[in-house]
Every structure is written in structure tokens, then in C-alpha cells.
């Protein structure tokens, strides 16, 4: 028994960790998308941005926002440095057999959450790109993943009120896809939009991105590490339910991210008259984020069905989106906001234990939270320092302003 014990405490606590190092690999598919999708001229500064957000989520949730999320973990909703000094479930404890022994490593778990924060991160960074000034950004992300994130974290998978009314979000829909882009909504309606973005006369002038096969390659990095964001919430597999489960867990992901393709590729066709490359993009990230707040009550055939509906609201919020003038770089807003709440809704059709009463509270609890509270921050941060660069360091790129140097140096003529 003890053999066994120690045996399945080790599965469980190597595929938290593997998962974990899927979704940190999400930081590279975020950095290569956004990268792709901004001019050339700022795309060392973003590059900058998703590097640097990460480290100060890891180092801040460290710090701080595990313990508000997790209160027990430090003793209360104070932060602690307990995790710091070695705290870890002993051997006794994890032997000892019965439904109370840990089954997985409490780093471990702390590792699979900060991605997750990461994540959630990371979706400001696209929505307020090539206008922001780098500093202000990171100001923010301090606040982000030491308080905010982990304040909503705590209500829902911390065993707060949300989860008492019986929200229900398998890997965060609402929790970690919706709560970004209520930060980044709050960010872009403050910040404005690009200059040359909208008319006067209520045009709306595209301003295409620089790189579209690095883009392309992000949005696959990310669709790979979607296996780990999703499989790994099932946070068990050393028993046959649990195994059972995490398949099912990935041909659904899979699923709807193929169909959030195919209807967004569909719809640009039909409604642009082409074959959009950046909405089919943006489609397969939709159907990702939708199945995300449950990828194992439905079948496969229907969660491809729920991702489709995601790719198709992408394209639709997207463009309505640029009507309101909200300017968004990458789309990031609808695909995990507008997506994010279609996913939430959508829990109670395949699951029973679900009820769109508390899914609705659930939205509208995490939307009104970050994104009141992110407006807060922004707005000091505006007063403290400003937040939008000048015009004219707007009009060179921030690469030259911002980091002082440029990611496509040879593209330059007038420095050769």
C-alpha cells in the first residue's frame, strides 16, 4: 500500500509538472503570435513584453498571489513566504493512504497555477501593443499577477463564494481567458487607438502585420500547449478514470480547435470574400478557449461544434469590435473575452452539474472584478508616469524608443 501510494503521488506529481512546462511553452506561442501580427518596427518591444511578464508573474505569484489564491497555502488570505522556506506535504502524509493523503507535490501545483497566470498576462500584452510604453505595461503586470488574477483565482478554484454557488470552469474560460482580456479591455479603452487606425469620417483603415508565418507559428505553439492546459486541470492520471479522462480531455481540445478553423475560415470567405488567414488564426484560438471550461462532458463531435461557434463569434466580435473603435493589435479581446463567455455559457449543455444561473454570475463576478480593478491600476499608472508614447516614437516604433534596437535592422534603409 505505501509502495503504491508513494507510486501514484509520483505519476500524478510528473504529469502536473510536464503539463506545466506545455502551457509555460504557451509564453512562446503568445510572443511569436503577437510578434507577427505587430509592424515590424515594434516587434522587438513585444518580443521585450512576453519575456518580461512572465518572470514577473512567476516572481510575483511566488511572492504574493499564490497564498491570496490559495489561502491555505500561507495561512490565510496575508501572503507568506512559506512556500519560500520549504513547505511540502511530508512523507508520512502522502503513505498514509485514504481520500485525505495528497496525491501530487505542492510545487508542483504551485508551477501548474503560475503558468496559468502567465497566460492570463499575456493576453494584455497583444491588445495594447505597438502604443504603449513598456514600463507603464509592466507596472501593470506586477498588479496583475500579484493581486488581481489571484483575488477572482480565489473565488473560483480557491474555494471562494463563486465556487460555493457552483461555478463550474474545468482550466478558465472565465478564470484565466476572460479575466485577461476584461485587463486588456480596460487598458485599450484608456490608451486609444494606433494612430491612423480610424478616420475621421468613421473609416477603418487595416494595419497588417509584419510577419504572418511567425504568426502562424505561434498560434500552433499555443494549440500544442492547449494539450497541457487542459489535460493538466484534470490534475490526476495515475487511475484509470483519470486516464480515461485526459483523453477525452485532449480530442476535445483538438476537436475544437480544428472546428474554430474551419468556421472562421468559412465565415471570412463568405462575408470578406477571402480566405483570411489571420481570422482562421484567431478561429483555432477561439474553439480553444470556448472548450476550455469543460473539455470532458461533451463529445468530440460536440465540442468540435463548440469551438466552430467560438471561431465564428471571433470573427463577428472582431469586426464589430473595430466599429465601437477599440482598437485591439490581435484580436486578443474577442478571442478570449468574447470567446471566453461563449465557453462559459455553453458548460450547463453537456454538463448536468452546471446551471446557467451561477455560470452567469461567474462572468459577470470575474469581468466586473478585473476589469473594474484593472481600470483602477491603469489610471494610476497614467497619472504616475503615462502610459501611450509620444506621437512622433508612435510614428518611428517602439523598438528604437523603448528598447533601442530593432528586431529587422536590415529592413532599414537609412541606417545602411
Not at 183 to 202: E, F, N, S
Not at 246 to 267: P, S
Amino acid at each position: 500500500m505505501t509502495e503504491l501510494s508513494e507510486l501514484t503521488y509520483a505519476l500524478d506529481t510528473f504529469y502536473f509538472l510536464i503539463c506545466g512546462v506545455l502551457v509555460m511553452w504557451m509564453a512562446a506561442g503568445f510572443a511569436m503570435l503577437e510578434a507577427g501580427l505587430v509592424r515590424s518596427k515594434n516587434t522587438a518591444e513585444i518580443l521585450t513584453k512576453n519575456v518580461a511578464l512572465f518572470a514577473i508573474a512567476c516572481t510575483m505569484y511566488l511572492l504574493i498571489g499564490y497564498y491570496i489564491m490559495y489561502s491555505s497555502a500561507g495561512g490565510g488570505v496575508l501572503p507568506s513566504l512559506g512556500f519560500l522556506i520549504g513547505v511540502e506535504n511530508s512523507l508520512d502524509a502522502i503513505t498514509a493512504g485514504g481520500d485525505d493523503a495528497p496525491y501530487y507535490s505542492m510545487r508542483s501545483d504551485y508551477f501548474f497555477q503560475v503558468v496559468f497566470v502567465a497566460t492570463a498576462m499575456s493576453i494584455v500584452s497583444g491588445a495594447v501593443a505597438e502604443r504603449m510604453k513598456l514600463w507603464a505595461f509592466l507596472a501593470f503586470a506586477v498588479v496583475m499577477t500579484a493581486v488581481i488574477y489571484p483575488v477572482s483565482g480565489y473565488w473560483t478554484w480557491g474555494g471562494g463564494w463563486l465556487s460555493e454557488v457552483g461555478y463550474s470552469d474545468y482550466a478558465g474560460s472565465g478564470i484565466v481567458h476572460l479575466a485577461g482580456a476584461a485587463a486588456a479591455l480596460a487598458g485599450v479603452l484608456i490608451l486609444g487607438p494606433r494612430k491612423g487606425k480610424y478616420g475621421k469620417d468613421g473609416s477603418i483603415y487595416a494595419i497588417p502585420g509584419a510577419n504572418m508565418p511567425l504568426a502562424t507559428l505561434g498560434m500552433f505553439i499555443l494549440w500544442m500547449g492547449w494539450f497541457g492546459f487542459n489535460g493538466g486541470s484534470e490534475l490526476k492520471m495515475s487511475d484509470a478514470v483519470s486516464a480515461n479522462n485526459v483523453a477525452q480531455v485532449f480530442v476535445n481540445t483538438n476537436a475544437a480547435a480544428a472546428g474554430g478553423v474551419i468556421a472562421a475560415l468559412v465565415l471570412a470567405k463568405l462575408w470578406f470574400r477571402k480566405a483570411d488567414l489571420t481570422m482562421a488564426l484567431n478561429g483555432a484560438l477561439a474553439g480553444l478557449v470556448a472548450i476550455t471550461a469543460d473539455p470532458l462532458s461533451p463529445p468530440a463531435l460536440g465540442a468540435a461544434v463548440i469551438g466552430a461557434i467560438g471561431g465564428a463569434i471571433v470573427v463577428a466580435s472582431i469586426v464589430a469590435l473595430d466599429k465601437l473603435r477599440i482598437d485591439d493589435p490581435v484580436g486578443a479581446i474577442s478571442v478570449h473575452g468574447v470567446a471566453g463567455i461563449w465557453g462559459v455559457l455553453v458548460v450547463p449543455m453537456s454538463n448536468g452539474d452546471a446551471s446557467f444561473g451561477a455560470q452567469i454570475l461567474g462572468i459577470i463576478g470575474i469581468f466586473a472584478w478585473v476589469f473594474l480593478a484593472s481600470l483602477v491600476v491603469w489610471l494610476i499608472i497614467k497619472a504616475a508616469m503615462g502610459i501611450r508614447v509620444s506621437e512622433e516614437e508612435e510614428y518611428e516604433g517602439v523598438d528604437l524608443t523603448e528598447c533601442g534596437l530593432e528586431a529587422y535592422p536590415e529592413f532599414n534603409v537609412a541606417s545602411k
